[in-house]
């Protein structure tokens, strides 16, 4: 049994991990910087509990074999924990759903392969379900050079939102010819026809714009979510007030209002709620193939994802890894209220 610790259990996400692994008899380490809310929780579950600051984390990996970060923003949280793990050869995985995180991770590969240690990002919601997804539409068509995702459905929590706003200012990305490029937020919008309805769609810059290309070797990707015609001129809004958005009084104020004011989805809300998931790819004759994917609530799915990301990490090969190419095109439809639909 793999000895595994969560940095960030505290946190919202965290909190569901830990649960999760308890409903298993699985016995993770908690770690985080509070130590009231931690203490609580350690004491509820019947776990250990290390206390610590992020940066002193390689002097608190002792007896660890994997360690799964769900304290973000991951843009500052990742680096410092990737360089603990592989200073101690612990492998290392995380929920994140930033591209730049992904992209950091995959530079770090050779390093990590020399370390002996696994780079697992993405282990959640973001992005389990898509890139399972991704893999299965490019197994089905080998030559596909166009590959868009959508999915629909969800309410954010505070540790969501915090990293939203983080990014605010970077625009969308997209991948052209095997190349992430910059465009402007809500850069496309279109119909499309999940399993249960025809929603409207705009592109956002996912996570899958990064990890797809290394799961499926596929050049041009784009990643859509569900959005009203509403929320698509919000965001093409922002395009022009980012600026005020992101400068350091604004940013600072709306941080403190979404601790103030966001929660997450409660457990009923979670119960009561699924995801809807679509992919498409295409062939340079332009044959296209098409999927859908149901899964449950996000935070629930990461739970899940995670808890069986970590214990199984220690039998993947070295280096980084997307969560297709670490246990397979199918890993999404071993859970429950998981439903992956391919043409027959």
């Not at 080998?142 to 540790?159: C, M």
Request: aromatic content about 6%; hydrophobic content about 40%; some cysteine.
């Amino acid at each position: 049994m793999t000895t595994w610790m969560c940095y960030g259990a505290n946190g919202y996400t965290g909190r569901l991990i830990a649960q999760e692994a308890c409903t298993r008899g699985l016995k993770p380490i908690l770690a985080g910087r509070n130590r009231q809310e931690l203490e609580a929780l350690g004491k509820e579950l019947d776990l250990e509990v290390r206390v610590f600051d992020l940066a002193d984390m390689k002097d608190n990996l002792g007896g660890v074999q994997a360690m799964l970060l769900a304290a973000g923003p991951f843009v500052h949280t990742s680096a410092l924990a990737v360089d603990a793990c592989l200073s101690r050869g612990v492998h290392y995985l995380d929920i994140t759903g930033e591209i730049e995180v992904y992209e950091a991770l995959h530079a770090r590969d050779a390093e990590a392969k020399t370390k002996g240690c696994v780079l697992l990002p993405g282990v959640g919601f973001d992005v389990v379900p898509s890139d399972c997804l991704a893999a299965s539409l490019a197994a089905a068509m080998p030559d596909a050079t166009d590959l868009q995702l959508a999915f629909s459905g969800g309410q954010l929590s505070k540790g969501t939102t915090k990293t939203m706003l983080e990014h605010i200012g970077d625009g969308g990305a997209v991948r052209r010819n095997g190349r992430i490029e910059q465009v402007p937020l809500a850069y496309e919008s279109k119909s499309i026809t999940f399993h249960d309805k025809t929603r409207g769609c705009v592109t956002i810059p996912w996570g899958d714009v990064s990890t797809a290309y290394y799961s499926t070797g596929i050049p041009n990707i784009r990643v859509f979510t569900g959005a009203n015609k509403s929320r698509v001129r919000q965001m093409k809004a922002m395009r022009y007030l980012a600026p005020i958005v992101t400068s350091k009084l604004v940013h600072k104020r709306l941080l403190a209002m979404v601790d103030a004011k966001v929660k997450g989805p409660d457990a009923d809300t979670r119960a009561a709620s699924k995801t809807e998931l679509w992919g498409q790819v295409e062939n340079a004759s332009g044959k296209t193939l098409q999927a859908t994917l149901t899964v449950p609530e996000g935070y629930t799915l990461t739970a899940i994802c995670s808890v069986s990301a970590a214990e199984r990490v220690a039998s993947v090969a070295p280096g980084f890894q997307t969560p297709s190419l670490a246990f397979g095109a199918g890993f999404i439809s071993e859970f429950s209220g998981c439903t992956l639909r391919m043409p027959s």
